[in-house]
C-alpha cells in the first residue's frame, strides 16, 4: 500500500464513480464484504504504534494504524 495522498484520492473518486455508474444503470451497489484484521495483523499494529515516538497520546496512535491497516485490507 502507498502512502500517496494523491493515490488515496484518486482511488476514492474511481469508487464514487463506480458506484454512480451502477445507480444511474439502475442496478444495485456490488455488496463488499469487510475484512477484519487477524491476530498477525493486530500484532504488527501493535508493534508499528511501539516504534512511533512523541506527538500523540499512545490510544490515538494505536488507532490510527488500526484505521490504516484496515483501510489496507478493504482497498
Known amino acids: 500500500m502507498t502512502d500517496c495522498p494523491n493515490c488515496e ?3 476514492k473518486r474511481a469508487q464514487f464513480w463506480r458506484d454512480e455508474a451502477y445507480k444511474q444503470a439502475g442496478h444495485p451497489l456490488p455488496e463488499r464484504t469487510w475484512i477484519g484484521l487477524t491476530d498477525e495483523d493486530q500484532s504488527f499494529v501493535y508493534d508499528q504504534v511501539k516504534q512511533i515516538v512523541g506527538g500523540k497520546p499512545f490510544w490515538v496512535k494505536f488507532a490510527d494504524a488500526i484505521e ?3 483501510k489496507e485490507k478493504n482497498t
Do not use: V
Request: hydrophobic share 35%.
Open 68 to 70: 490504516a491497516k484496515l
Open 9 to 11: 484520492y484518486h482511488r
